[in-house]
């Protein structure tokens, strides 16, 4: 979708359909909405004082204006209570009536983005409209044959602004929004994508297509580098599948020489059957999802390397398939990890943390600044948190801080768990230094103490999207399916970091 910033008022913008907010309770309309009801003879009032629209929140009325003003419609949106408002509300709302407006097969509308009366800033809340009417206009339609007509789109919307000073403001924040979001979509696409297309040979691919031409290094070792510096952690779980293993790099220097690398690591199995500990059929298919933390990281270098941050960044991807073959690792195998450690394998089906160990250690080549896991890493997760919540642990306080407080102006919802040494002796191998699983207790707890043995002295924080990363119902602004969950909170770290205040 084309975003269009114009000076000039609402008022007169020659567009199939303008949208104005309007919140719950107040008697009155403001602002450019005012300005729109004195012309069309006091429309919207109407429709207010009927009650047929409060401003609830999400809640959309179209109204049809006659000669004197330039719109085919006027949408109104409710922002619900003014007391309640918030960016993430924001997102959500101008998400739904742009579904609206969809839904009406126009294919593009005006709107305005100051909410002054609200006290939040412009670049915000310009940046929350558009990411909130990107994101939630997604579909994933590549595959759908019949009636194709019937898939419409939204190609562009325009912003209008009578302040000439705050003409740049918005066209910088829509530009980043723009960003960001297209970012967002195409780590969905990814995830979307099914196994059978979406193999680590593809993955890889895919990262290698983010780099050209966006001033990123990419580097995929092969099945026989990953085999000669010793990753066998990540080969063990490769093996039953004929899908060849790759481990992508992805390197973006958008810092200074001297200064150091930011790591990001992203599980990147493409299909998680289980192996020989196979998962039961039921929802196995959604297993295609389980690269959703790989996709992440390598939109987040896309998105950091397009906004020009300046960071020192790489993504790490450990990309393979987990598959019962005739080679696959079996339950009591032991695998000697990258960092020298071995693991017995009590269950095929914990192979994340397989490959992400091998990963983690890797990313101690660059002696990162900081290090941050994303996975699809436990169903227990999901147990404790719920299917909307990252489960986030670490060693480092003030990482920890900077990435609960990026969550916080994302609207991705994080909550750390715990990762006290009591729970060491649950993972404590019998023939072997570490077993893969530590039981049904504290599952996800277990999983995370077991990633920490192989991150070295760095801070780290890994952060568990198996809940969030599919969603089995609509949000507001996160059609059901692949979220691209994580993408928006990692490039809000990176700004927040590594951006004055002025420019975030
Ligand atoms: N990819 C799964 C975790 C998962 C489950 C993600 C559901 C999204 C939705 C992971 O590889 C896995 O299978 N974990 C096991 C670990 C267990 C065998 C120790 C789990 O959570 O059951
Ligand atoms: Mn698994
Ligand atoms: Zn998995």
Known sequence: MKVHVRKGTLTEATTEAAVVTHFEGDANVGGVAAKLDEKSGG??????????????????????????????????????????????????????????????????????????????PLDQTTEAVVEGITLGLYRFTRFRTIDREEIRDISSMTIMEEQEGSIEIIRTAAKTAGIISDAVLFARDIVSAPANEMTPTRLANEAMESARERNIKCTILEEGEIRKIGMNALLGVASGSDEAPKFIIMEYHGGKRSSPVIALVGKGLTFDSGGISLKPAEKMDQMKSDMAGGAAVIAAVRAAAELGLPVNLVGLVPAVENLP???????????????????????????????????????????????????????????????????????????KREIREAAALTGERVWELPIWEEYDELIKGDAADYKNSGGRAGGAITAAVFLSKFVGEYPWVHLDIAGPAWLAKDKPYIPKGASGAGVRLLVRFLRNRYLSNRMR
């Open 325 to 399: 073959g005739g080679k696959a690792y079996k339950p009591g195998d032991i695998l000697k990890s990258f960092s020298g450690q071995t693991i017995e394998v009590v269950t095929t089906d914990a192979e994340g943390r397989l490959i992400l160990a091998d990963a983690l250690t890797y990313a101690g080549r660059y002696k990162p600044a900081a290090i941050v896991d994303l996975a699809t890493l436990t169903g227990a997760c999901v147990v404790a948190l719920g299917d909307h919540v990252i489960g986030m642990f670490g060693t480092d306080d003030e990482l």
């Open 43 to 120: 429309l919207i009032e109407e429709i207010i004082t009927r009650g047929d629209f409060t401003g609830r929140l999400n809640e959309v009325a179209v109204i049809y204006p006659r000669e004197d003003l330039p719109m085919k419609r006027l949408v109104l949106v409710g922002l619900g209570k003014r007391a309640d408002f918030s960016l993430e509300r924001l997102r959500g709302a101008f998400s739904k009536v742009a579904q609206h407006i969809r839904n009406l097969k126009v294919s593009g509308f005006s709107t305005t983005v100051d909410f002054k009366m609200v006290n939040l």
